[in-house]
């Protein structure tokens, strides 16, 4: 069976659904009996592994598959830096004035579908050839506005660039070394970002760089450059992306912290990384505030807490209190229901977890005292400025 073959029986399976036998043996008995179990048939094996995939990355491809039902993964190959759907789609806003968009690092594809499903004309750039036949495939299948090149991204940009004027580029470098280890300094990155940066300017095209989360904002500016916006992006509770927007006409450093969902929210934009001054307090008032972790990342969550008049209880806790409510962008507001200084005071089973500066994190906490998830019951654990340990109850409340 010809590998064109396969990948056609294969799409259509998956979109029919008939490969709900697989689906049900692989609930039943785990992916390693059926893999024994299907591997002389070329065809149930492979559906077998899509089966795998769809069930392992559900959350970060769900919005793919329910789209294209037929789209098939190449197995084997991690999905933890494939950006999320919803940073996707935000990115994808973000290009409306660009004819053309060059993603140069296409891996898996799921931002170069973001980018063709918003209207715009693709060029999808990837080198490994087993990732590339698969991205090829799905491309011509269901969006034939990609085009689609089995290349190293900057040799294709060297010699293809100067045909584009009104493009965007967009990369993603990888952030892993052969042996599978993450790498944190941008010169490890593959392709490098500053090598990229310098084509693009060469060329005089836009830049939509993605890098790590864990990246420091001041080490993004001075390695790569100063005059440029950095996008903070989170999903739900999540820190999950920064993404560098170089344009030769942009004068100053921006930042913007954007809450990815269906419908994005601009959570704070401002040009300071400074972290504010936050009066403390050693004991909760009426209402508990939890900042989302991208507010964190740049201590915008301190010069918010100064606008709303909270207070903290350390200065390296992150979470707050005040006797009013307010609705934050990206903040969660609980009411206050009891505080002490010792857990066992406290009469509670199911809670979520948060900790400031504290000995245990969440998970310790979780497992000791064998609490549940909740949704609604918040337990916070932290020290205060005084030193002394706090413990607060409180319930969620919707503003």
């Known amino acids: 069976m010809s590998l064109t073959t396969l990948y056609d029986e294969l799409s259509s399976g998956l979109e029919q659904g008939n490969f709900d036998f697989i689906l049900k043996e692989l609930h039943q008995t785990g992916f390693e009996k059926c893999r024994l179990k299907f591997q002389q048939n070329p065809l149930f094996y492979e559906a077998l592994n899509q089966l795998y995939i769809r069930q392992k ?28 759907p919803f940073t996707a789609k935000l990115k994808s806003s973000l290009a409306v004035k660009y004819h053309t968009v060059i993603d140069l690092t296409g891996g898996l594809g799921m931002d170069s579908w973001a980018f063709a499903n918003a209207g715009k004309k693709v060029i999808y750039v990837e080198k490994n050839s087993d990732i590339f036949r698969f991205a090829e495939y799905n491309f011509g299948k269901y969006l034939p506005n990609v085009e689609c090149h089995n290349e190293e991204a900057l040799t294709w940009l060297e ?26 300094l941008f010169h490890h990155y593959q392709p490098e970002p500053k090598a990229i940066l310098k084509q693009c300017r060469d060329l005089q095209l836009d830049l939509m760089l ?73 004991s909760p008032e009426k209402y508990v505030y939890i900042p989302h972790p991208a507010l964190c990342k740049i201590h915008a969550d301190t010069h918010l807490a100064g606008v709303h008049h909270l207070r903290a209880f350390h200065p390296l806790a992150k979470i707050y209190t005040a006797e009013q409510a307010y609705p934050l962008k990206g903040w969660r507001v609980f009411e206050t229901i009891t505080s002490t200084t010792r857990l ?8 979520m977890i948060v900790t400031g500066i504290f000995p245990q994190n969440a998970s310790e906490i979780r497992k000791k005292h064998k609490f549940n998830e909740s949704d609604i ?4 654990a932290t020290k205060t400025y005084k030193n002394k340990n706090l413990w607060i109850l409180a319930k969620k409340i919707a503003l």
């Not at 045909?163 to 892993?176: C, G, K, N, Q």
């Not at 005071?345 to 809670?351: C, L, N, Q, Y």
């Not at 019951?377 to 916070?380: A, I, K, R, S």
Request: charge should be positive; charged fraction near 25%.
């Open 344 to 351: 066992k005071d406290i009469s509670v089973k199911e809670a």
């Open 210 to 282: 993605k890098l790590s989360p864990m990246a420091d904002i001041q080490y993004i500016w001075k390695e790569l450059d100063s005059n440029s916006k950095v996008l903070v992006l989170g999903v739900e509770q999540e820190l999950k992306e920064l993404v560098l927007l170089y344009q030769p006409q942009t004068q100053q450093k921006y930042i913007e912290i954007w809450l990815c969902s269906e419908e994005p929210e601009l959570m704070f934009s401002g040009t300071t990384t400074q972290k504010a001054e936050v009066p403390l307090v050693d």
């Open 159 to 184: 010699k293809n660039g100067k045909s584009y004027t009104r493009a965007l580029v967009y990369a993603d470098p990888a952030r892993r070394d052969t042996a599978g280890n993450k790498v944190f």
């Open 377 to 380: 019951t918040l337990l916070v």
């Open 57 to 84: 990355y559900r959350g970060k491809i769900k919005p793919l598959i329910e789209r294209y039902k037929g789209w098939i993964f190449p197995h084997g190959i991690s999905l933890q830096q494939s950006s999320h």
